[in-house]
């Protein structure tokens, strides 16, 4: 089972964007799909972009048109890049694939 590292959370002010990367301790080729949740304080952990080895994408209505993910098989990395920035998209950032869970990246919005 891989494990998975992400980075790049931060803060920032509304309107301002963010990269997640997730890193991958081995080949997620065979991970057929790779996925960001995030989890608010008293809420539940909620999936926020999907991508499948294939490439086809899926997302939250919230986030749509907003966000996109992506995946770097060869680095083994998937990325979300988040633009536009809402103080409601404040989070811990998790990344998923398979049985795999990171550790999570916090990402805070001021207003």
């Known amino acids: 089972q891989v494990q998975l590292v992400e980075s790049g959370g931060g803060s920032v002010q509304s309107g301002g964007s963010l990269r997640l990367s997730c890193a991958a301790s081995?080949?997620?080729?065979?991970?057929?799909?790779m996925g960001w949740y995030r989890q608010a304080p008293g809420k539940q952990r909620e999936l926020v972009a999907g991508?499948?080895?294939?490439?086809?994408?899926d997302y939250a209505h919230s986030v749509k048109g907003r966000f996109t993910i992506s995946r770097d098989n060869a680095k083994n990395t998937v990325y979300l890049q988040m633009n536009s920035l809402k103080p409601e998209d404040t989070a811990v950032y998790y990344c998923?694939?398979?049985?795999?869970w990171g550790q999570g990246t916090q990402v805070t919005v001021s207003s």
């Open positions: 991508i499948t080895s294939g490439g086809s994408t």
């Open positions: 998923n694939g398979g049985a795999a």
């Open positions: 081995g080949s997620i080729l065979s991970i057929y799909f």
